[in-house]
């Protein structure tokens, strides 16, 4: 399949300046699984309130109707690029005014000796547009995420709650004296003691967070007036003669513990989806306690309350049971009949009570599958599109328009770093940043070298509050025109500060609309998913192109070969993550080892040489034959080799997280066909987890191409 230069809409011709007067889109709460860690602010919220903001999906009934509404018209490029969505239309509408009324009174002077050029049917932008329409570009993508029937019978058990807090009635100190704490107060002193050892207890929003949340369950009137004077050592020494209990306990009593908890969840961890037995992603509610987060969230410390039946909806097949509230003296919060979504269960998120958690079913469910299977192969499809984006692109950065240029840059950035979109937030989420709400303090211009090299150093907090810090090399004209963004505010009235956008002529709204006009359903999200998956196949073609007999390598250097193809793959896409606290140990280990080994082999060596001479002789007195010496000698230098392999990769590896690459971004038949093609055990390569998410994809062949 291949893009259409007729039927593409160029950049240049696309990109109009926004103007809007209508109301901003409705924001649509954020879909979090329940395993998501979470923490809540809103104690004093009633119930009842709570409730009320729980979104009701719509009907089967009503799914044809919304089907209907859902479908966008086709629309001209002024209505493309209409809209509010980044706050900042109603100055590039001015701006568009004022455009419009020196062009119209340039036309005035010039219409006398001008004369009308004839314009061929149906060339126009417009005509261009209706024609993307008709062929479905520009369409959203109808997918299976609430907009059709996606079961016809469903049973489950609902959700696991965890138990009531159990009051241990250890005493902290204050000032040097004990303290009585009610149950529900205990409960938020015992989260924060536990917390003694790590580094959480290091951040200070954390810990103003906590004490905010110790400061609310004790109240105004508590003797503890200041965490300085809070001895938390009685319930920490509690903790860690718990903690030993549990480690004496003789191999009998663990298994019975472990059998009482496998028959406690049994009922939860698989539903019947029509006809097919299904497992169950994570059935259980969180218990309370401080929020830890992602990265640096702003939120972490918080106190994540106790979710209630009362505030979960159950989705269930018409034919089924409702299942049984599993908390006495509760009942479900409502319970639907909702064949569109996919979800068992959801609630209000404790800590971001507008977001949404959901029980969905497994990573290796058939809808699950499906998902995968439709992701990469929209991934797939960008290949025959991407020529022409990026052509249009670079031709935007020339244009005279600013907004135009704005939305080239924004778009380079998204293909060539796969950054992420970046939407803007509310007041009381976290500040993270993507490309299209990049700060000019995000940024630094760095000079240019002697080698031509035009470098930026981008440093801000993406997804999940993780710091992206890069320095990337771009393109001369990328380089100019973001320098030149940050200078001056669109309308170039004032100079920008620190904190002003960097494209504030645009948003990641108008980004995705034009992205819909080349290829239906397509967004700034696929790009990362394409990015991804061709990075490590040029990477894993490049590394067996380079020997002629690549299958004749040893496993666990081609093991070696594909990590390292994984980990370019983890620093394009930012996937970061601190050293491990185990590292150092785990390498002193492996340090050890390699010394020992090290000298077993040089003792092997020398060994060999008195065996050629006749004159090696083992425990027994007897003459060994060197031959066989030889063996042990190859067979040590062998496990030489792997263990030094091994310590190099841990040590390459150490920030780098691969597996959220391989989990979401990397098409695994890319992995899958090079692991038949080169003699590879996949068990290598995916874990468990992996090999059972990935069922679909285990029959490519070895030919396959991303």
């Not at 999906?57 to 209907?68: G, L, N």
């Not at 810990?207 to 965490?227: Q, R």
């Not at 999940?464 to 990337?472: H, Q």
Request: positive net charge.
């Amino acid at each position: 399949m291949s893009s259409s230069s007729s039927e593409e809409v160029p950049l240049a011709k696309l990109v109009a300046a926004r103007s809007s007067d209508g109301p901003p889109a409705a924001k649509k709460p954020k879909v979090i699984p329940a395993n998501a860690d979470s923490d809540s602010d809103s104690d004093d919220v009633p119930l009842a309130a709570r409730m009320a903001k729980m979104p009701v999906p719509a009907s089967p009934q009503a799914a044809s109707s919304t089907k209907k509404s859902s479908k966008l018209s086709k629309k001209s490029l002024k209505q493309i690029h209409s809209g509010t969505s980044s706050g900042r239309s109603e100055k590039l509408k001015k701006i568009k005014q004022q455009k419009i009324k020196k062009e119209r009174k340039a036309n005035k002077v010039a219409k006398a000796g001008a004369k009308p050029t004839a314009r061929k049917a149906g060339s126009g932008i417009k005509s261009k547009i209706k024609r993307n329409a008709a062929n479905g570009k520009g369409k959203k993508a109808v997918e299976g995420n609430g907009k059709k029937v996606m079961w016809t019978t469903l049973h489950h058990h609902g959700v696991l709650f965890p138990p009531e807090y159990t009051p241990h009635g250890v005493k902290m100190l204050y000032d040097n004296k004990a303290v009585d704490l009610t149950p529900a107060q205990e409960e938020v002193m015992t989260a924060y003691a536990m917390m003694r050892e790590t580094d959480y207890l290091k951040k200070p929003t954390f810990v103003k967070n906590a004490w905010n949340a110790m400061k609310a369950v004790l109240g105004k009137n508590h003797v503890i007036k200041s965490l300085d004077k809070c001895d938390f050592t009685p319930i920490w020494e509690w903790h860690l003669a718990e903690k030993e209990k549990k480690k004496q306990m003789t191999k009998e009593e663990k298994k019975k513990v472990k059998e009482d908890k496998d028959a406690a969840e049994a009922k939860y961890k698989f539903c019947q989806v029509d006809d097919r037995r299904e497992q169950v992603g994570n059935f259980r509610v969180e218990p309370p306690g401080l929020f830890r987060g992602r990265g640096e969230h702003p939120k972490m410390g918080m106190w994540k309350r106790r979710v209630y039946p009362e505030e979960v909806t159950i989705n269930i097949g018409e034919d089924a049971e409702v299942p049984k509230c599993p908390v006495p003296g509760h009942r479900w919060g409502r319970v639907q009949h909702d064949h569109t979504v996919t979800w068992l269960a959801c609630w209000n998120d404790p800590i971001n009570v507008r977001d949404l958690k959901y029980v969905f079913l497994a990573a290796n469910s058939q809808f699950k599958a499906e998902s995968d299977l439709a992701k990469y192969e929209k991934a797939r499809k960008l290949k025959d599109y991407i020529e022409k984006i990026r052509k249009d692109y670079m031709k935007g950065l020339k244009s005279k328009d600013k907004v135009k240029r704005q939305m080239a840059c924004a778009i380079y950035l998204i293909d060539r770093l796969a950054l992420r979109a970046g939407h803007e937030k509310d007041e009381d989420e976290a500040d993270t940043v993507g490309c299209c709400t990049l700060k000019v303090d995000n940024v630094e211009f760095l000079d240019v070298g002697d080698d031509g090299k035009h470098e930026v150093k981008f440093d801000f907090l993406g997804k999940d509050s993780i710091r992206y810090e890069n320095v990337a090399e771009i393109h001369e004209l990328v380089y100019s025109n973001m320098k030149d963004f940050s200078l001056k505010t669109i309308d170039g009235k004032r100079a920008k500060r620190p904190e002003d956008l960097l494209f504030d002529g645009m948003s990641a709204t108008d980004i995705n609309q034009l992205f819909k006009c080349y290829m239906p359903g397509l967004s700034a999200k696929v790009f990362r998913t394409y990015n991804a998956s061709i990075t490590l196949a040029k990477l894993l073609r490049e590394q067996t192109d380079a020997q002629q007999r690549y299958s004749g390598k040893p496993v666990e250097e081609k093991k070696a070969d594909y990590d390292r193809a994984n980990k370019e793959v983890a620093i394009l896409c930012n996937h970061q993550r601190s050293v491990p606290k185990g590292h150092a140990g785990s390498m002193d280990k492996l340090n050890e080892k390699l010394k020992a080994l090290v000298e077993e082999v040089k003792g092997l060596k020398d060994d060999f040489k008195k065996a050629k001479a006749g004159e090696h002789k083992d425990a027994k007195g007897k003459f060994v034959a060197a031959e066989k010496v030889k063996t042990k000698l190859d067979r040590a230098q062998e496990r030489l080799k792997k263990l030094k392999l091994q310590r190099a990769v841990k040590e390459d590896l150490k920030t780098v997280a691969l597996g959220t690459s391989k989990i979401n971004y990397m098409d695994p038949r890319i992995t899958i066909a090079w692991c038949k093609a080169f003699e590879t055990p996949i068990e290598k390569i995916f874990n468990k987890s992996l090999l059972s998410k990935f069922h679909w994809a285990m029959t490519c062949e070895p030919t396959f191409s991303f």
